[in-house]
């Protein structure tokens, strides 16, 4: 009878250390820090004649918004898209 009972606990805790294993490489799998972040895109060209407080709202951006107002090609173009951004809520 006791070679059966550790026969059977032994599965127990096989089976145990298999869950356990399994738990962690499921919780790691899930987590986001594998994920790369957008690579933020260069300065517009026209930054230098924005003045402190347009550069101060520029820097402000993400990745995708920078993107987007780079887009501009022409300074008021630019402001425009600067003040557009920053009142829109």
């Known amino acids: 009878m006791n ?3 550790e026969i059977i606990l032994d599965i ?4 145990w250390i298999v869950f356990v294993i399994i738990a962690i490489i499921m919780t ?7 994920e790369s ?3 933020m895109p260069p ?4 930054y230098d004649g924005l ?3 347009e550069k101060e709202i520029y820097n402000s951006f993400n ?7 780079n887009k501009n090609t022409e300074m008021h173009q630019l402001r425009q898209a600067l003040d557009t951004i920053v ?3």
């Open 3 to 5: 070679k059966i009972a």
């Open 12 to 15: 127990a805790v096989c089976g």
């Open 28 to 34: 790691l799998s899930s987590c986001t820090f594998n």
């Open 37 to 39: 972040a957008k690579a």
């Open 43 to 46: 300065v517009h060209t026209l």
């Open 51 to 53: 003045s402190a407080e």
């Open 63 to 69: 990745a995708e918004e920078r993107a987007n107002v």
């Open 87 to 89: 009142y829109v809520w």
